[in-house]
């Protein structure tokens, strides 16, 4: 189907919270999704195709997309379940819209993080259980020594580690979904509990809960329902799986990243993305994790990434600005929502409707995800207005 277009028309999201013992994962969704089919004008019996992302260690509950259709008005409905980042959704619906069998699809994640009593214990189970469990490692003590090595090869620092901590959750302050917006120092980001040096407590995303629902559509169908609506064009996307073996798989650059990156830049025409693309939606889910995503995006060659954020490139008022809506650092870490409430963030902007974090003239923007220690598994999707 080359040359057919795919615009994402509804979103609905609730605010992030830390907490939201008052609902439950099913309100959250639903609450999602009444607001996106509202804002697209479409009813649920008019959707083709439901694509949700969950995991079953998260949620407590096996075969959980079992319970998803109720919520979302898809009782004898396709539903489509992923185990992995929501941005994976939003490609597999984009996929799906693009067969030609679909003309509107929807994708739901959420994050009800509160429910669970130990994170740490429930991430450990995805660890090999032989080589690397017996250990009794943990993924934030490999992500202290990926830290350490990614820091001696590429010659960035723990100093600007804790400045990428300085400025987005300072980001996060100026929007609406910065759950943990604050003004920070960098001594106080370096003197805060360690977890496995260098990695300090406050170079971590700390969890919240919510629900996103999105609505894509057609370019043909586009033209029936609501006239309102501002359509966001998925202009390109990418996604790649590196080995989740911690023996074998690259301790100093995020290669799933780059390989990702690249197929969504070839898909969306993009030469010069530092050039071309006005800002920056990219995992932060440790503070070390931003500067070498943005040297595998291509932003800038390696070892680059920490100069350019003290020096301000990557701020609110830089030439690439990144993270705008505070990341996962400000935002809060989602589980497998982090992709989603990028993209809802990068929308919003888009849309000229992000506030006093609003930068003018933007139309493009890129969504980047990554699933977290020990997968090595990362998308990009690229929105255009």
Not at 11 to 32: D, I, M, N, W
Not at 180 to 194: A, C, F, Q
Not at 268 to 297: M, R, V, W
Request: some cysteine.
């Amino acid at each position: 189907m080359t040359g057919k277009k795919v615009a994402i028309l509804g979103v609905g999201y609730t605010l992030p919270r830390v907490a939201t013992p008052e609902l439950s994962y099913r309100e959250l969704t639903y609450e999602a999704a009444r607001r996106a089919y509202d804002e697209a004008g479409v009813h649920p019996k008019d959707i083709q195709s439901f694509t949700c992302c969950s995991e079953d260690f998260n949620e407590g509950t096996s075969i959980f997309d079992e319970y998803v259709p109720d919520q979302l008005g898809a009782p004898l409905k396709s539903v489509h379940t992923i185990t992995g980042d929501g941005l994976h959704g939003v490609i597999a619906a984009y996929m799906q819209i693009l067969t030609g069998l679909f003309d509107i699809a929807v994708v739901e994640v959420h994050s009800k993080a509160s429910n669970i009593v130990n994170h740490e214990e429930v991430l450990t189970f995805a660890l090999d259980p032989i080589f690397n469990r017996a250990f009794k490692v943990t993924p934030h003590f490999v992500a202290g020594m990926e830290m350490n090595h990614y820091l001696n090869v590429s010659g960035n620092t723990i100093e600007q580690c804790a400045a990428v901590v300085t400025k987005n959750r300072t980001n996060a302050i100026y929007t609406p979904l910065g759950v943990y917006g604050m003004r920070i120092t960098r001594d106080e980001v370096l003197n805060s509990e360690k977890i496995a040096a260098p990695l300090t407590a406050l170079q971590m995303s700390q969890y919240s809960d919510g629900a996103v629902v999105l609505v894509l559509v057609s370019e043909e169908k586009l033209k029936k329902l609501n006239p309102r609506a501002k359509p966001v064009w998925i202009k390109g996307v990418g996604w790649n799986s590196e080995t989740s073996w911690l023996e074998n798989h690259n301790w100093s650059e995020a290669i799933y990243t780059k390989l990702a990156a690249q197929r969504a830049y070839k898909m969306a025409g993009i030469k010069k993305p530092a050039k071309e693309i006005d800002f920056f939606e990219i995992d932060d889910t440790y503070a070390y994790k931003e500067l070498q995503h943005l040297e595998s995006l291509g932003l800038c060659k390696k070892g680059e990434a920490g100069e350019l954020t003290e020096k301000g490139v990557t701020g609110p008022d830089g030439s690439m600005p990144v993270n705008l809506s505070g990341g996962s650092l400000g935002i809060g870490n989602m589980l497998e929502a982090n992709g989603l409430y990028k993209t809802v963030a990068s929308i919003i902007q888009l849309r000229q409707e992000a506030g006093r974090s609003q930068k003018a003239n933007v139309k493009t923007a890129l969504v980047h995800s990554w699933r977290g220690i020990p997968t090595t598994s990362g998308a990009v999707v690229i929105l255009n207005k």
